[in-house]
């Protein structure tokens, strides 16, 4: 999956489906690889709507305080965040350092962000909290998330909670690919059997735990589906 279109999705939804009526965004992102394509990405889909970032502030791994970043946010008059880089630990002290300093406004992260750890790291202040995954949860209402839940707790029976993260699905789903695949190629296995079978596999029905599943010669993506999910107040 490539990150610009992960993120076009995230910026898209805050302008589309949010739709502020005067928009005043800001980015906050890591000083590493992952952070600078997510906001070159952010920054390509904001150009394409005539925006540019009001504000930009770094938060980089490992950070324990966010209060000077978030002090300029508010000093810029910010509707909304885009949270760029995907690392879940400092979005979860963003998070909790907005609502210590009244930061009140809705925050958008990318897709590792989009994690059962970082609502319960936020304490409570995830309830404007939004980010964008290719798999669903672990509690998602879906055929394909009630046979993984049953299977799972058959062989880890007393492990309902607390959730399994989005990573866990998208484990499950590399398995099942895996094991459809196997079926295809038979018992005759090499290397060109088994990427000629790989590519073979078109609109994959994984049950609701991604989308489906393709790829091609040309594409090893496998999908481009996603799903925004949203934190709750009091999570």
Same mark, same amino acid.
């Given at each position: 999956?490539?990150?610009?279109?992960?993120?076009?999705?995230?910026?898209?939804?805050?302008l589309?489906?949010?739709?502020?009526?005067?928009?005043?965004?800001?980015?906050?992102?890591?000083?590493?690889?992952? %952070?600078?394509v997510?906001?070159?990405?952010?920054?390509?889909?904001?150009?394409?709507?005539?925006?540019?970032?009001?504000?930009?502030?770094?938060?980089?791994? %490992?950070?324990?305080?966010?209060?000077?970043?978030?002090?300029? !946010?508010?000093?810029?008059?910010?509707?909304?965040?885009?949270?760029?880089?995907?690392?879940?630990?400092?979005?979860?002290? /963003? !998070?909790?350092? =907005?609502?210590?300093?009244g !930061?009140?406004?809705?925050?958008l992260?990318s897709?590792?962000?989009?994690?059962?750890?970082?609502?319960?790291?936020?304490r409570?202040?995830?309830?404007? /909290?939004?980010?964008?995954?290719?798999?669903? =949860?672990?509690?998602?209402?879906?055929?394909g998330?009630?046979k993984?839940?049953?299977?799972?707790?058959?062989y880890?029976?007393?492990?309902?909670?607390?959730?399994?993260g989005?990573?866990?699905?998208?484990?499950w789903?590399? *398995?099942?690919v895996?094991?459809?695949?196997l079926?295809?190629?038979?018992?005759?296995?090499?290397?060109?059997t088994?990427?000629?079978?790989l590519? *073979?596999?078109k609109? /994959?029905?994984?049950g %609701? !735990?991604?989308?489906?599943?393709?790829? =091609?010669?040309?594409?090893?993506? *496998?999908?481009?589906?996603?799903?925004?999910?949203? *934190?709750?107040?009091?999570?």
């Amino acid at each position: 999956m490539r990150i610009s279109i992960r993120t076009r999705w995230l910026v898209e939804y805050l302008l589309k489906d949010l739709n502020p009526k005067y928009p005043r965004i800001g980015l906050v992102y890591p000083d590493n690889e992952t %952070g600078k394509v997510d906001r070159s990405a952010a920054l390509e889909v904001l150009k394409s709507y005539k925006l540019v970032p009001v504000s930009e502030e770094v938060l980089n791994p %490992g950070a324990l305080d966010a209060s000077s970043q978030i002090m300029r !946010l508010k000093k810029g008059g910010i509707s909304h965040i885009i949270f760029c880089g995907g690392i879940p630990q400092i979005a979860a002290v /963003f !998070l909790r350092e =907005s609502k210590k300093y009244g !930061l009140n406004i809705p925050v958008l992260g990318s897709w590792a962000t989009c994690a059962e750890e970082v609502i319960r790291l936020a304490r409570g202040a995830a309830k404007r /909290f939004y980010a964008v995954n290719h798999m669903s =949860s672990w509690y998602d209402d879906e055929p394909g998330v009630a046979k993984m839940r049953k299977i799972t707790l058959k062989y880890d029976p007393g492990t309902e909670k607390p959730y399994r993260g989005n990573i866990y699905t998208h484990g499950w789903v590399l *398995g099942l690919v895996t094991v459809e695949s196997l079926k295809r190629a038979g018992r005759v296995l090499d290397r060109e059997t088994y990427i000629n079978v790989l590519e *073979g596999i078109k609109n /994959f029905d994984t049950g %609701g !735990l991604c989308g489906p599943i393709s790829y =091609s010669t040309t594409s090893h993506e *496998g999908g481009n589906t996603w799903k925004i999910f949203k *934190g709750r107040a009091g999570y």
